[in-house]
């Protein structure tokens, strides 16, 4: 009789060892937690990219690398920061954290779920060693036809399989997070009572299979353009170089929002949590969130005001883009009001997501600057669009993950991660990403344009400082990975519920949380 | 809308010194009336950011500092106000109309590029700028003149750099004050942009389009600035100067070029009956290649495969003579190789590729005269 309770206990918990666990697991701990490792690695590999770039910038005249591998480095930074470690790493939450907040056993999909995860190290493998033939995409992350086709340097078909792979990848883990929140939600849980969190997840889901379709497509464009003839992109054909830019902003604008709509979700998790009070306006969050995808859709030419665009379109574009300022604003104005006579305490989430709010806030009033057209043609393609974006993806995205991580840390790992260390990693990379990325905006409203191996005089002494400050960002990165690994191996003992003023259903469950959670659905009133 | 009506007391004096306005810090002011419009919409909308983030972040710091666990402030439990959420949405909306509403007057001004008094095309290639006057004959090329001494530190020692690091051209653009000067720009190649922040102008030049730009300067000088859009190897090496002259100077000028250009053509006749030494090519064919060639071939002739081959003991470069010269002169369509016929004199194509025959060892000892060029090519 034991021996068959056992038995069953033991089928229940079972799980392979070694590399057979993680090459065959279907759980959606082990695969988020592989996603995450994966967005980590990725993270400091772009990063390292980029300190290279920092490297050669922090003085005038070329000094370590040639102006071809600087564009090979620039490109592939980008493309590993936005395809390898942000949205990986998103993934990585939804798969840990949705199904125990919706009270599911798992996700929808568990076999689609493996898949997409382990097709994407493929992707970035082609992408990596296109480095080692002949070099990698120099064409920027954006690859503007007919730069990426007819000029390209060979580097075309690696660049757009592992695109093709990468999308494939994201399309198959949106429509798991799509099916797993419409079918899986715990009894009583109606979509109003969803975890914001949750939300934003869905949207974005919704988000990822509208758009990544359309970068499948262009991409597939400019391979057909380079090595089979076509014309797409090319006047002396027939095409058009602009209709480029117009059907990869369409993918690239709602992109943008994929990366910051979760960022929205954690922090409007982790505010509540920390001001013991709750989540102020939940349902106008729930709307904005909405406006803003459906806005995303209906802005992509901003991108494009000096491609000569007609009188009309440019202020249509301009109109949309400054609408987005609303919504926007609506849930900055929610956080705050959220903090607002709560009895707030500083535990290193907060301090990251305390960091979001208000650096972002400058990413999106830098945004509203680069919506006004006319004044856009100045700012366009300088370190000024640069400053802008790096607000909203490092210190909005990034700054978003990390407050998840140490979050949920005690939930995942059963231990309370050192709490002094977690401090100096913050502090030392909000002191650091703004020393980074702030004379950014100098640089550029001074007239430095973005992506150039070499500069004027005049910018070399904000460029150094920039440099030091990318330099320090990068290291402090290496104090997270401290904590992480120090808290997978040991230190306190986490309870169930480390936070007091957190709410939620993952709380419910011991800290680690248990292989699987909810096998019987909990019951929501 | 003068940016001093602007001034809101909340900023502190700081923000509007006028140092502030020229500074190292800020967009510049430009010496056109669009570009003062421009910079005044810029601060306009900064001002408005810094108020709102003035509220925004005081009204944060302000829990932080009184509402905090550790002061033992008790949470209140308010956690919706449809009066609230209305009340920062109007008014947010009622503070972009009033931002989108001189900026439609601006763009409309920016988009109106009728009625010009001078017509310039602006051409960009891989990576130069070329520059036509409409109805009066008068083009040249204009590139990088900072020596690569200067900037490339990794080929050995870098000389000092000048003043205008980057910022130097052989032939800058000539235009006059005073008149309405329209820009019709395109591209040979890939997509570039025609970038100068004193103009406010900044315009995509896209291969087999034509797009438009226009500008109006009050005051003579000159102004610089750069391809703005990633334009391959030598994006950060392609800058644009443009010298603003009084309106009889620039009559002047442009009747001197013209004056230039009928001379060029008899030089180029003159040329063709003339003989040259080895020495003689080989010396002008060093310096052309330098500044034509050197770029994507490596001034060492081994270029930068596999986009930019080698010339060192390259087929084209030891066999067919011809062929050699049928490259030079058209290019390769397809690829970054241009079609320098145009670029160049026939003395100086002849020169180039006597020099590409017989230097780092490839020793063919051919001698290309400039009637050998006119021959093969018929140009």
Request: charged share 15%; proline share 5%; with cysteine.
């Amino acid at each position: 009789m034991t021996t068959a309770t056992d038995a069953i206990l033991d089928h229940h918990e079972h799980k392979a060892t070694g590399i057979k666990r993680w090459l065959f697991t279907t759980n959606h701990k082990d695969i988020g937690s592989m996603y995450l490792w994966f967005a980590f690695i990725m993270f400091l590999l772009g990063g390292s990219m980029a300190m290279v770039i920092r490297a050669e910038l922090f003085q005038p005249g070329l000094q370590l690398i040639n102006p071809d591998f600087f564009n090979q480095l620039t490109t592939v930074h980008g493309l590993i920061m936005v395809f390898g470690a942000v949205m990986p790493a998103f993934v990585g939450l939804a798969n840990w954290m949705i199904p125990m907040m919706i009270g599911a056993p798992d996700m929808a999909l568990p076999r689609l779920n493996n898949w997409s995860f382990w097709i994407l190290p493929f992707a970035f493998s082609i992408l990596l060693m296109s480095f080692f033939l002949g070099g990698a995409p120099n064409f920027g992350w954006t690859f503007y036809a007919p730069l990426s086709t007819t000029y390209s340097n060979g580097s075309t078909a690696f660049f757009v399989f592992a695109v093709h792979i990468m999308g494939i990848s994201s399309i198959m883990g949106a429509i798991n997070v799509i099916v797993t929140i419409i079918n899986m939600r715990a009894p009583g849980m109606s979509y109003m009572k969803m975890p914001l969190f949750v939300w934003t997840f869905l949207i974005t889901a919704y988000l990822l299979i509208a758009v990544m379709p359309v970068l499948a497509g262009v991409v597939t464009m400019v391979l057909t353009d380079t090595y089979f003839g076509t014309s797409f992109f090319d006047a002396s054909g027939g095409g058009d170089p602009v209709m480029f830019q117009h059907i990869f902003w369409f993918f690239g604008h709602p992109e943008v929002y994929i990366m910051i709509l979760p960022a929205f979700g954690i922090v409007s998790t982790t505010i509540p949590a920390f001001s013991r009070k709750k989540l102020f306006g939940y349902s106008s969050m729930v709307y904005a969130t909405s406006s803003i995808a459906f806005l995303s859709f209906i802005v992509w030419a901003h991108h494009m005001f000096t491609t000569g665009m007609p009188l009309l379109g440019e202020l249509f574009f301009m109109y949309c883009t400054m609408l987005i300022a609303v919504p926007t604003g609506v849930k900055i104005f929610n956080w705050m009001a959220t903090m607002w006579r709560g009895s707030i305490s500083f535990e290193v989430p907060m301090l990251f997501s305390i960091a979001f709010v208000i650096l972002f806030t400058i990413g999106g009033f830098s945004g509203l600057m680069l919506a006004m057209a006319p004044v856009d043609f100045q700012y366009h393609d300088t370190y000024f669009v640069v400053a802008h974006f790096h607000y909203v993806l490092v210190t909005g995205s990034i700054f978003s993950i990390f407050a998840a991580a140490y979050y949920w840390l005690p939930k995942w790992t059963g231990h309370m991660f050192n709490e002094r260390l977690g401090k100096a990693h913050f502090w030392c990379s909000l002191v650091s990403v703004n020393l980074l990325f702030f004379p950014m905006h100098f640089l550029g409203l001074a007239g430095m344009p973005r992506r150039i191996p070499d500069y004027a005089l005049q910018f070399a002494d904000f460029n150094m400082w920039v440099s030091i400050g990318g330099f320090a960002f990068g290291l402090s990165q290496l104090i997270f990975l401290a904590v992480v690994i120090k808290c997978i191996r040991g230190g306190e003992k986490a309870p169930a519920k480390p936070w007091d003023g957190a709410e939620g259903l993952e709380w419910t469950v011991p800290s680690p949380a248990p292989y699987h959670t909810f096998a019987t659905p909990p019951k929501i009133d | 809308m003068k940016s001093r009506y602007l001034g809101w007391p909340l900023l502190g004096a700081l923000f509007f010194n006028s140092a502030w306005a020229e500074s190292k810090f800020n967009l510049t002011q430009g010496v056109t009336e669009a570009s003062r419009e421009v910079y005044d919409l810029h601060m306009l909308v900064l001002y408005i950011c810094t108020v709102i983030g003035v509220i925004v972040f005081g009204a944060m710091a302000w829990s932080m500092f009184f509402h905090r666990k550790s002061k033992g402030y008790v949470p209140a439990t308010f956690h919706e106000s449809t009066k609230v959420e209305l009340l920062w949405t109007i008014i947010p909306i009622i503070i972009l109309i009033g931002m989108a509403y001189p900026a439609t007057l601006t763009l409309i001004d920016l988009e109106n590029n009728d009625d010009s008094d001078l017509t310039i095309q602006v051409t960009g290639s891989q990576w130069k700028w070329h520059y036509k006057y409409f109805d009066q004959d008068v083009e040249f090329y204009s590139s990088l003149s900072t020596p690569r001494a200067q900037w490339d530190n990794l080929s050995g020692v870098g000389e000092a750099k000048g003043e205008n690091y980057l910022l130097e051209v052989d032939n800058s653009l000539v235009i006059p004050i005073n008149r309405k000067v329209r820009f019709l720009i395109t591209s040979d190649d890939v997509i570039h942009s025609w970038w100068v922040p004193a103009f406010a102008v900044k315009q995509d030049a896209i291969p087999g389009f034509i797009n438009e730009a226009w500008t109006n300067v009050t005051e003579p000088g000159t102004f610089r600035g750069q391809c703005a859009e990633l334009c391959g190897k030598d994006h950060g090496y392609m800058p644009i100067v443009v010298d603003a002259l009084a309106e009889d100077e620039f009559d002047g000028w442009l009747q001197a070029q013209k004056e230039a250009a009928i001379a060029a053509v008899e030089a180029e006749k003159a040329s063709l009956a003339e003989r040259m030494t080895l020495d003689e090519l080989m010396a002008l064919g060093e310096s052309t290649y330098q500044t034509a060639c050197a770029a994507c071939h490596q001034p060492n002739g081994q270029g930068l495969p596999p986009a930019f081959p080698a010339l060192k003991g390259s087929p084209i470069a030891i066999g067919d003579i011809s062929k050699h010269i049928d490259i030079v002169v058209n290019g390769v369509p397809g690829t970054s190789m241009q079609a320098f016929g145009k670029q160049l004199s026939l003395k100086q194509l002849a020169a180039v590729i006597t020099y590409e025959r017989n230097a780092w060892g490839n020793n063919t000892g051919d001698l290309v005269q400039t009637s050998d060029v006119k021959a093969a090519t018929g140009k």
